[in-house]
Structure formats: C-alpha cells, structure tokens
C-alpha cells in the first residue's frame, strides 16, 4: 500500500464539495495540489509530491496490487490434500503452504518429472516428507478415472479437493474424449474428478472443495448451443466461457451438498505470473510489460488458502472469492437454471449419473 503521509487520519473521509469546510476561502479558487495537501495533512508541495513518489514506487505498487493474505494459523497433520496442476505457479504455492502446515498433499499433475521436481522442492523446504506426485491428465477421462481409482485404493480420507489446474486460450483444439480443451480441461475434468471423489470428501467430513475460476467469468456465457466451439470459437471467450462454468458448477455442488459437511467455494486467484498465458503471444507480451504489477505465484495461492483453512466459511459454501473476501459475480454467474442445465448436460456428456 502507499505508505502514510504524517498527520494522515483516513482524512479523504472529510472531502466536501464546499471548500469551507476544508478551511480554504471560499472565494479564492485552490489548485488541486493545495487542496490534495491540505486534506491528506502534508504541509508543503514538496512533500506532496514526495508523497506522490512514494505511492508510484513500484515496490509500492506492488504490495497494492497484491491482494488479501490467508491469516489463518490452522495446522494440518493427519489430513490429505489433493491439488490438481500444483506441479507449477499457484498450485505448487498453495501446495508448499498446506506441506507447511503439516498435511499429506498430493500433487496431481499431467508432467510427472516436473511434479516430482517440485515436490522434492517442497519436501526440502517444508520438512515435511508426504508430498506425492500422481498422474492426472485432466483432458482424458481415462487418466482422471485411473487417478481417482489409484487414490481411493491409496488413501482413506480426503480432506482438501483443489481443482486448479487450467489451460488458457488455446488455439481450438478437442481432448481425448472430443471436448473443446477449455471446456474440457477446465470444467468436465474437475467435473468428474470430483465427482470421483466426493464419497471419499463425505467420509472425512468435514471437508472442502475448491475452485479455482477468474474474475473473467463476467465476460463468459454457457452456449448450449455450441458448447464444444465447433461453429464459432474465440480462445479468449473460450477461456471465459469456462471460468464461468467453474462458478456455476460450485454454485451447485454447494446445494446439492447441504448437510453433508462438506462445502465449496469458487476462487478468483487474482492476476498472476504464471504459465498459463503460455499459448498467448500477445497475453506473454502484456505479462513481461506489466510483471512488477502482477500478484506472484505465492500471492496468488492467498484466496485458495483461505477457502481451503479459513474457519467459519461454512455458511458461505457456493460463494465466489477474491482476495480472501466473497467477491461479486455476475448475473449469469447466479442464474440457477443454467448452473442447473449445465450440471445434467455435463452429466450426459461424462456418461455419470450425480443426482
């Protein structure tokens, strides 16, 4: 945040439009540097624009971009943790946290070598030894399928599901299954994941479920008319597309989960460095330009550590959050009968029955 000009006592509050009452002469017009000093209590222009500077240093901006923090002091021994896509970015972040705290974590990942590199890095950092690497591709239902069997036959609690991997504006391209990628990675992959698991989350209630979505979910629209993009594909809506379906899937699992124990949250991470703007050029590019004002991996894994620890979320299950507070969502994002609709269809697309 910008640091503090002295004598500064939330004095914004006071702004009238009547410049009396800021103690100037009403008749002699002030510029808007005497009026800036005089509110915010710094006596000379120097100072101001000394103020200015602080405010605009980036390591300044830096912190005012970064976001919430995850404040929570919940230690985790004897509890599992299964993160999809922690091999790298936010995942491998949220991962290093929740080994921290004591948890047997599993990093669910596609790249089997790159996982076990960051698992041996988190092992080393955290001390803590039960940090597992399994393979999950979540463009085959094959591989989700296999993972969740080998899981369920390995361990008999879960206590943390965080869907968290992702793809992001890829040119058009389908999974094994004949997805669209956004679609199917993003949303039938976790759809069904967790869908696999769930029994395992009930049994160890009480137990969570994260989502990771985006802020972007306002730009997407569930067409059911063309789920899979096949007349009409913009990778960048696409990827919206799915963002959305992330919030609405949460929205539903929450109703369908009441009384069970187990709850679930939507998460938008914030703009993070990370690999997922890697099929972008342009997106690659703003990344470089914009890097000191972008949230790092770490401060980006804050909102899924505290939908995933926070004590007294309970009563917020279903809800979308950002930097650590529930955040707004837009209205096709609250529309009950499309997250309705889209659950059946997803469904019928996956071949299960989840009632």
């Known amino acids: 945040m ?23 002469d009403s008749v002699e017009m002030q510029s808007s540097e005497d009026i800036i000093t005089k509110v915010l209590g710094i006596p000379t222009r120097q100072e101001y624009l000394e103020y200015l500077a602080q405010c605009l240093a980036p390591r300044n901006m830096q912190k005012f971009f970064a976001g919430g923090v995850c404040r929570t002091d919940v230690q985790l021994p004897g509890k599992v943790v299964v993160i999809t896509g922690a091999n790298t970015g936010i995942g491998k972040e949220t991962a290093r946290e929740l080994a921290r ?85 993003n949303h039938l992959g976790h759809f069904l994941l967790t869908h696999l698991l769930l029994e395992r989350l009930k049994e160890s209630a009480p137990a969570r479920v994260v989502n990771l979505s985006s802020m972007v979910h306002i730009a997407g629209k569930i067409r059911f008319h063309d789920l899979q993009g096949e007349k009409r594909y913009s990778r960048g809506f696409a990827y919206c597309h799915s963002k959305l379906a992330n919030v609405l899937f949460t929205r539903e699992l929450a109703k369908k989960l009441q009384g069970t124990g187990v709850t679930t949250y939507s998460v938008h991470p ?86």
Request: a positive charge; glycine letters at 6%.
């Open 2 to 24: 910008c640091p503090q000009p002295r004598q500064t006592q939330d004095k914004l509050s006071i702004i009238s439009t009547n410049s009396g009452d800021l103690g100037f």
């Open 101 to 185: 705290r004591g948890a047997r974590v599993y990093i669910a990942c596609r790249d089997v070598l790159k996982g076990e590199s960051a698992a041996s890095e988190i092992r080393a950092d955290t001390k803590n030894s039960q940090v597992l690497v399994r393979k999950l591709d979540l463009s085959d239902t094959k591989s989700i399928r296999a993972f969740a069997e080998g899981f369920l036959a390995e361990e008999k609690q879960l206590h943390i599901l965080i869907n968290n991997a992702g793809v992001m504006m890829c040119p058009y391209s389908k999974t094994a299954d004949g997805f669209e990628t956004h679609l199917g990675v």
């Open 270 to 355: 914030g703009i993070v460095r990370s690999e997922l703007v890697r099929h972008s050029f342009l997106m690659c590019l703003l990344w470089r330009l914009f890097s000191p004002f972008l949230k790092s991996a770490r401060e980006g894994a804050q909102t899924s550590l505290h939908c995933a620890l926070a004590e007294g979320l309970e009563p917020l299950s279903g809800k979308y959050f950002s930097d650590c507070k529930r955040a707004w969502v837009s209205p096709r994002a609250r529309n009950n009968k499309t997250a309705e609709r889209l659950w059946a269809v997803s469904c019928e697309l996956l071949g299960i029955q989840w009632k």
